[in-house]
Structures are given as structure tokens and as C-alpha cells.
T-cell receptor
């Protein structure tokens, strides 16, 4: 079945440093989604990318969808302590209404 | 308000007892999921359901059971066969475009 892999599993940065997490799917995706889970909370939808090569920005967050629609990245510029949490990517299973989630990247930001 | 509701938020049980976690959604989603999350870890899929009266095992289904008798409801039973049941359990429902998660149930078995 479809697999979605994320790297790194964990990253610890100093406030102000940049951060990037990568997501790779074993199959071509019709779209890819990103979620953020704050400590003690539940994952919350951030964004969906649909087009090949698409780039979207949300303030300091930049999301990219690969040309082959099998990989994606989330880049945070100048991290802040409010960015702490686990970031998940997810892609829909072909022909089904279900999503496959990556294991997530945990980001810790030290002031 | 549309959304997904899990209850209870905290649950304590004695070892050897079965316990059922509730998950209800009013988003009209076909797909529903149960995940387990241990401290500092990612999401591990327990069971998922694509349609009423049908469900599939995820990566860590042993010791768990589910039912999907109604589109809105997908309860999870943690049985006594689950060796390490203490964890944070998340229920979700999705379309192909977006998933919504419940607030989670933190289960502690003593």
C-alpha cells in the first residue's frame, strides 16, 4: 500500500534559525496536506497543495509540492518558539477517500 | 458547528478491563480513523474505515477492536489483550482534501 515518509523525525533549533521537513510518498499524489500538532493538542490542518511544482506561503512558512507530485517540503524561516510542535504531511490513497499520514517531524525551538 | 468529538478527554482503567473510546462526527465524511500517539512520537494507525459496516486494520491493530454501524460513529475498544494501553488516542475523519481530528482521549491504565 501507499507509504508516506517524513524526515527528519526530530529537530532542535535555536530561535531565529530556519527549519525544513521533507515528505516523500511511494505513489503519485493528487494532493498533499500539512498539519501541525502543538504539544498536548491535536493535529490541525495547515494547507493543501494540488498542482505539480506548487509553492504556497503562510507568513514564515513555505510549502512546496514536487514536480512529480511524490514529495513535498515545509520550510520555516526564522523560527519562533510558537513554531514548536509536530508537523505531519498526508496524502490521499488513490481511489479511496482515506488519507495516509507521515510519522511527523517534531520541532523544538530554544529561545 | 461541524466537527468531530471524542469522549472522554481523560480515562482511567484498571489493568485487565476493556474500555471503549467514543468518536462522533457530523461532517458527513465516509472515512474515519483511530490513531495512537505515545509521548514524543508520531501517529500510529490502529484501524480505519472507509464506509459503514467496513473497517481495516492499521499498523498496530492487535489488542484493539472497532465497529462502524453508523456513518457518524466509530468507537474504539481497547481490550485486555493490549499489552501497553496507556497512550493518547486520536480519532479523525476525512474527505480526500482534509482531515479533522478530535481533541483526543488520554487513557491511563493502572
Amino acid at each position: 500500500g501507499q507509504q508516506v515518509m517524513q524526515i527528519p523525525q526530530y529537530q532542535h533549533v535555536q530561535e531565529g534559525e530556519d527549519f525544513t521537513t521533507y515528505c516523500n510518498s511511494s505513489t503519485t499524489l493528487s494532493n498533499i496536506q500539512w498539519y501541525k500538532q502543538r504539544p498536548g493538542g491535536h493535529p490541525v490542518f495547515l494547507i493543501q497543495l494540488v498542482k505539480s511544482g506548487e509553492v504556497k506561503k503562510q507568513k514564515r512558512l513555505t510549502f512546496q509540492f514536487g514536480e512529480a507530485k511524490k514529495n513535498s517540503s515545509l520550510h520555516i524561516t526564522a523560527t519562533q518558539t510558537t513554531d514548536v510542535g509536530t508537523y505531519f504531511c498526508a496524502g490521499p490513497n488513490s481511489g479511496y477517500s482515506t488519507l495516509t499520514f507521515g510519522k511527523g517531524t517534531m520541532l523544538l525551538v530554544s529561545p | 458547528d461541524g466537527g468531530i468529538t471524542q469522549s472522554p478527554k481523560y480515562l482511567f482503567r484498571k489493568e485487565g478491563q476493556n474500555v471503549t473510546l467514543s468518536c462522533e462526527q457530523n461532517l458527513n465524511h465516509d472515512a474515519m480513523y483511530w490513531y495512537r500517539q505515545d509521548p514524543g512520537q508520531g501517529l500510529r494507525l490502529i484501524y480505519y474505515s472507509q464506509i459503514v459496516n467496513d473497517f481495516q486494520k492499521g499498523d498496530i491493530a492487535e489488542g484493539y477492536s472497532v465497529s462502524r454501524e453508523k456513518k457518524e460513529s466509530f468507537p474504539l475498544t481497547v481490550t485486555s489483550a493490549q499489552k501497553n494501553p496507556t497512550a493518547f488516542y486520536l480519532c479523525a475523519s476525512s474527505s480526500s482534501a482534509e482531515a479533522f481530528f478530535g481533541q483526543g482521549t488520554r487513557l491511563t491504565v493502572v
